[in-house]
């Protein structure tokens, strides 16, 4: 069983930088294709970015491209979400995921 673990949530102003990593607790991702998805406060959760097992294409949201971009470490076995310019709508519960395994979250808060 793949347990997918998010981490380098946090608070950041308008404008700001913060970068996400998802990686497991057993096994490896270095096979799977990962997405990175986003939950806000009263709505659905959708998909922000994914890339492939090869880590040789990705594709990103409309709401998120030229800001976010999805990348993955071999060696550290971890894949990324560099987010920059983020803006309060980017406030959201961030989760990896792959096939059928989802991770815990991490919290994303931005303040104008």
């Known amino acids: 069983q793949l347990q997918l673990v998010e981490s380098g949530g946090g608070s950041v102003q308008s404008g700001g930088s913060l970068r996400l990593s998802c990686s497991t607790s057993g096994g490896t991702l270095d096979v799977y294709a990962i997405g990175w998805f986003r939950q806000a406060p009263g709505k659905g959760r959708e998909g922000v970015a994914c890339?492939?097992?090869?880590?040789?294409?990705?594709s990103y949201a409309d709401s998120v491209k030229g800001r976010f971009t999805i990348s993955r470490d071999f060696a550290k076995h971890t894949v990324y979400l560099q987010m920059n310019n983020v803006k309060p709508e980017d406030t959201a519960v961030y989760y990896c995921?792959?096939?059928?395994?989802w991770g815990q979250g991490t919290q994303v808060t931005v303040s104008s």
């Open positions: 995921n792959t096939k059928i395994y």
């Open positions: 890339i492939t097992s090869a880590g040789d294409s990705a």
